[in-house]
């Protein structure tokens, strides 16, 4: 079964960055499309941003388009999100997940493999 490993997150003050990897192991993610997805304490499970399996097609929630870039190394069999401009809104819990299906979606029904999340708190 597909795992996936998230790591990056931390504490940051606004208007600062972070990067977010998303890795897996035994199977190449390459062949999947991946999902970033956050919660914060309270709030329901919110879709950030995708790249499809090819890495053709990318999409952004509203809230982080413009901040945020999504981008997958096949080589180092990695997904990342790269996270600027970080306002105090976007503290919660990040998560990758991953699907077979080849389109982008930010629906996190639609995602069958999840990673155990890395937190992001962005506070002064």
Known sequence: QLQLVESGGGLVQPGGSLRLS????RFRLNDYTIGWFRQAPGKEREGVSCISSNGGSTNYAGSVKGRFTISRDNAKNTVYLQMNSLKPEDTAVYYCAARMTPT?????????????????????
Do not use: E
């Open 104 to 124: 982008c979606s930010l629906a996190a029904d639609l995602y069958r493999y999840w990673g155990q999340g890395t937190q992001v708190t962005v506070s002064s």
């Open 22 to 25: 998303c890795a897996a192991s």
